[in-house]
């Protein structure tokens, strides 16, 4: 917001010329003396002086008084009042200011054309420094956030952009905000808003995107595969480990194959049937050695 300055000089002297005509009216008429007009044109002009003096400082406001042209102080929130055609208020207002950076071209360090804009937050810190510093200072301190959003991305690769950009906004905010301190304003915060790329650069990522995908599909599903494997090598292992297991995984396995009792073929054989299959195998597997 742009300071606002109080200048009563030509209101005053219109007052003045404004008395001088009916003072010498009432004169030529004969109507009042003229030691008359000129104690009530003195006391009328003292209570204008007076009146035109008084300022207003709201409380999101700081007056910087100028006398002469001189910096003389800084008016606090509340009445105050300054010597017209004297002395000169300008207002600033120490709200926090948001200025919006349009959207730039700029070519990463990585030969990528991205476009970008941020949004800077800004309040005036000391009054008399941001008039007697800098003309413009909102326009300054968008111009110069501006520029330093440009050279900072200018020099980070894409992928740091896209995965930091909180980082590349503290960046930006310490560069701005060090570069203005001698205008008397302090930068709150920096935040970047949009990032667009180009249409051919978007499809190569979303590329790598999906093969990144199934890369990680294709490790979990090995892993889920290693993971079956080791617990089915323990499942059968305790299976023949334990008398008759063999059996009862038989017998379930041919329960699952047909679930309709009706149609089920079952073959029953003994355990010891197995048993003694599995000592006449180990017989002749002794023998043959």
Same mark, same amino acid.
């Given at each position: ?180 301190? &001698?205008?008397? !304003? $302090?930068?709150?915060?920096? *935040?970047?808003?949009?990032?667009? =790329? /180009? ?5 190569? +990522? ?9 890369r990680r599909a294709v490790i979990i ?32 396995? &041919?329960?699952? !194959? $047909?679930?309709?009792?009706? *149609?089920?073929?079952?073959?029953? =054989? /003994? ?5 003694? +299959? ?12």
């Open positions: 917001m742009n300071p606002k300055s109080s200048n009563p000089i030509g209101s005053l002297i219109g007052w003045i010329f404004m008395l001088v005509v009916i003072s010498v009216f009432l004169t030529k008429a004969g109507i009042v003396s003229g030691f008359a007009i000129v104690a009530i044109t003195i006391i009328i002009f003292g209570f204008m002086l007076l009146i035109s003096g008084l300022k207003i400082v709201d409380q999101f406001e700081r007056g910087v008084v100028l006398t002469l042209g001189k910096y003389t102080s800084t008016r606090q929130p509340g009445l105050t009042w300054i010597f017209p055609a004297i002395q000169k208020m300008t207002k600033v207002d120490i709200r926090i200011t948001t200025i919006d950076i349009p959207q730039q071209e700029v070519i990463t360090k990585d030969n990528v054309p991205v476009g970008i804009n941020a949004v800077v937050y800004f309040n005036v810190e000391s009054a008399e420094s941001a008039i007697l510093n800098i003309q413009n200072y909102t326009i300054a301190v968008a111009q110069y956030a501006q520029a330093a959003l440009r050279d900072v991305i200018g020099g980070i690769e894409l992928d740091p952009l896209l995965s930091e950009r909180e980082k590349v906004a503290q960046e930006i905010k310490k560069i701005v905000d060090e570069a203005t301190k &001698i205008w008397g !304003i $302090n930068v709150t915060d920096v *935040k970047i808003q949009d990032l667009e =790329l /180009p249409a051919d650069m978007k499809r190569i +990522m979303a590329k790598q995107a999906e093969s990144e995908r199934e599903k090995a892993e889920g595969e290693y993971v079956a494997s080791e617990r089915l090598a323990q499942a059968a292992q305790i299976l023949s480990s334990t008398p008759g297991g063999i059996a009862m995984r038989t017998l379930q396995t &041919i329960e699952k !194959i $047909n679930p309709d009792p009706s *149609k089920t073929v079952i073959f029953a =054989l /003994p355990v010891e049937f197995f048993e003694g +299959m599995k000592t006449l195998a180990n017989y002749f597997k002794e023998k043959t050695k």
